[in-house]
């Protein structure tokens, strides 16, 4: 079976280059009015406006990526990270995957899914248990799949992988 790569959504990156761009022209037009204001309002738009910077150059980065931010091979998951090394972990390794979302007010944010391994390298997570050996993560928004079609995709290919396994 082939290789499956999966990338950043531009869609997605594209509104989010916009709305921070359009921020930093607002924070930049409205700047000359910032000395009649309170210190600790001035400190916070600063500090929105290099929010807002970071976030526009972080989509940018994803905008002009060529390359895949996951693959999923025969024998297991490269997750490609945005500004750091990628991380390879073998369906070997793996134990089963698991999903969570951050929410704000009710509303999801944020959507992971956890690569729970069998045999953990330091299973030291006292706040949250649950999660102990779950050592690498894919952030499943930033990619062009549903999270739901990426858990089914992994879960495939994990039993197909252990059943393979059972066979030999």
Partial sequence: ???IHFYSNKIKSLIILIISVGFCLLFIQSYD?????ILYKVIILHFGFL???FSSIYSILLLLRRKPLLSITNSGIIIHNLLRKPVSVKF???SKFSVSDTRYRGLKTTEYIHIVLKYPE???HKKFPIYSNAQNVIQSDILNIKTSKLLEILNKKLSSFHSQENFD
């Fill in 1 to 3: 079976m082939k290789e």
């Fill in 33 to 37: 009015k910032l000395e009649n204001q």
């Fill in 51 to 53: 929010l807002f910077l």
């Fill in 92 to 94: 070997e390794e793996i």
């Fill in 122 to 124: 330091n299973a030291s």
